[in-house]
């Protein structure tokens, strides 16, 4: 009798959480792991460059797909997994406060990545052998609702947590108002070696002087301007506030060792200098200093931003500080520049934060690893043990490896298989580079071309509101597609996953502070994304069929991360060369391939359709 009952355990005991568990480290590696290394200061090229390769585990997993099937159980490789991808979390929680964290943490994502990709061979074929026919059709709505579920956690919940957690670990934020006054002196100027700091008894804080700043409308000798800039850029990097990584926070226009082909890119496609009035004037510049009130035990980072107000009023230095125990008696500048056109009295607001992002992600990892240590307990004793569930056996004289490549040949021997090739690399060619930087760009200050989102408010933007309306689209586009069929819906799935790109043109243009438009924007975007995706799952099923459609679907899965490897890669140093505007205009370009293939490809216009025994 107990064996019985461990043979068919109750499906709502165990496909709920497989699912969510299942969702949880792709969603870290794809998206957490982006706004993480964002917060710690890693440039754009390198987030989109590294974080692009861990596509790589799902772009090949097919190639191991047959060592889950052949070696061990389907449970064992489940449980095994999750024990790993517990080891994973781990590693990048410990490895976060080293000097070469970078390195260290992306090692461990890598770990983390493979034994994801691992786990999910194991979940969808452990899934087909647990649950009757029956069972199966039933619970596909279930695993994928969890599976969102997985999403919104990840990018939402987790990151808010993070934000939370940055916001009440570290230091107060200060406050700086910056007024346009056409009545006041010309120009100020603050001599660094004239600044003596003293230590202040008491907690440690972030000291602003001045707090309140007024700046000249008049304008300002261009030579003295650059003069002026090139003095406080030298002394904030000789006196060690910026790091190797966050030297991308400089805009790209004062970048040196560019290649010619990156000088071309820049100049041709680059986003144009704001203008200056004739001859040798450019607008006025005010300067800020910040300092700690004594010596600090650990390294503080210091990121500074306009919160609110005329956006004629722009910070050109001075976006992020590390404060240490050698320089945080010593004043780390910041500079702020009129826009030349400004004539009347005008304000802004900037923040400055001080809020501990290593120890933030360092406790959310934490409670991850703690999390999938649960996973591993609970699913080790509550999943099934299916008589079906064993090592795939052979019969006597074949081959495995002769089998193995025998289902790849079949597959690339399809009618059209470069035409479903291509259609699988590029229909999401705009979206593959989009994701990778909408994270970057909601985050990033306003003067980097960001609309300079908090964590935490990243976290409900992206993570909360994005995803459930990523959930509804997807969920209206397969009640749509089961009615109609692919093929009535294609074209306008097609237009659905691409027009709403445009949206991010609209935001770096504007630069809006309503929030309620910032999660307007995000939510259409989100919701068209999943809209149109519905119609390359069906497109991947549909180029599945035939005797071997696990493998087969396993294959286009490689080629549908393929697509989202390679041009993610390249996305972030393209971003830096053009900015973000110009970047996001380059997305919609490049939807256009995927509207050019869509109409070589050869669909069934039944496929989809909800027959008539299905439903009865």
Not at 120 to 134: P, Q, R
Not at 295 to 303: G, K
Not at 321 to 345: H, S, Y
Request: proline letters at 5%; glycine letters at 8%.
């Amino acid at each position: 009798m107990q064996k019985k009952r461990a043979e068919r355990r109750n499906p709502w005991a165990w496909v709920p959480s497989l699912y969510y568990a299942e969702g949880i480290p792709y969603v870290i590696v794809m998206t957490v792991a982006v706004v993480m290394y964002k917060k710690l200061g890693i440039s754009n090229t390198d987030i989109a460059l590294y974080t692009s390769w861990l596509y790589l585990p799902w772009v090949i997993k097919p190639l191991w797909s047959p060592i889950v099937d052949i070696l061990r159980t389907k449970r064992f490789w489940i449980v095994l997994m999750q024990l790993i991808v517990g080891a994973g979390l781990a590693g990048v929680a410990l490895t976060i406060p080293l000097p070469n964290y970078f390195q260290y943490t992306l090692a461990f994502l890598w770990l983390l990545a493979f034994s994801s990709a691992t786990h999910d061979i194991a979940a969808d074929g452990f899934y087909m052998l647990g649950l009757s026919k029956h069972d199966q059709a039933f619970f596909v709505g279930i695993r994928s609702t969890f599976y969102r579920l997985a999403m919104i956690t990840g990018q939402g919940l987790l990151v808010i947590l993070a934000g939370y957690f940055e916001s009440t670990t570290g230091l107060p934020p200060v406050d700086i108002s910056v007024y346009s006054k056409p009545s006041d002196e010309k120009i100020q100027f603050l001599n660094p070696d004239s600044i003596v700091i003293n230590g202040v008894e008491g907690e440690l804080k972030v000291l602003a002087e001045p707090a309140e700043l007024h700046i000249s409308t008049a304008p300002l000798l261009k030579s003295e301007a650059d003069s002026l800039l090139k003095l406080y850029r030298e002394w904030n990097a000789s006196h060690g506030f910026y790091t190797i990584e966050e030297s991308a926070g400089k805009s790209t226009t004062e970048k040196e060792g560019l290649s010619d082909f990156e000088m071309f890119i820049k100049d041709t496609f680059g986003q144009e200098e704001k203008p200056v009035p004739s001859g040798n004037y450019t607008g006025n510049i005010g300067v800020i200093y910040f300092h700690l009130s004594n010596s600090p035990e650990e390294e503080v980072v210091v990121t500074f931003g306009q919160e609110k107000g005329d956006n004629s009023i722009s910070l050109i230095e001075g976006t992020r500080f590390t404060f240490n125990q050698i320089n945080w008696n010593k004043p780390a500048f910041a500079v702020i520049k009129l826009d030349p056109k400004l004539e009347t009295e005008s304000s802004a607001v900037f923040a400055a934060r001080a809020g501990n992002i290593p120890l933030s992600w360092i406790i959310t990892f934490s409670i991850l690893t703690a999390l999938f240590l649960v996973f591993f307990i609970y699913h080790k004793f509550i999943l099934p043990y299916p008589k079906t569930d064993k090592p795939a056996v052979r019969e006597e004289g074949t081959g495995i490896f002769s089998e193995f490549i025998r289902t790849f040949v079949l597959f690339f021997k399809k009618k059209k298989i470069g035409i479903i090739i291509t259609f699988l690399l590029l229909y999401r060619l705009g979206e593959s580079q989009l994701v990778k930087l909408a994270g970057p760009f909601l985050l990033d200050t306003r003067e980097l071309g960001g609309l300079g989102l908090t964590t935490g408010e990243f976290g409900l933007v992206y993570g909360t509101i994005g995803i459930l309306s990523l959930t509804l689209g997807g969920i209206l586009g397969g009640l749509l597609a089961s009615k109609h069929g692919l093929k009535y819906w294609l074209w306008w799935m097609l237009i659905a996953i691409n027009l709403p790109n445009t949206v991010y043109v609209y935001l770096s243009t504007v630069q809006p502070e309503s929030f309620f438009i910032v999660n307007l924007c995000v939510a259409i975007e989100q919701f068209g994304y999943g809209f149109g995706f519905t119609a390359y799952m069906l497109y991947m099923i549909y180029v599945s069929e035939g005797d071997h459609k696990t493998a087969h679907f396993a294959i286009t899965t490689g080629f549908m991360a393929l697509g989202m490897m390679i041009p993610g890669m390249m996305s972030g140093w393209l971003q830096e060369l053009i900015g973000y505007q110009n970047f996001f205009v380059w997305v919609v370009i490049a939807t256009i391939p995927a509207f050019i293939i869509a109409r070589f490809i050869d669909l069934d216009p039944e496929f989809g359709k909800k027959s008539e025994n299905e439903s009865q």
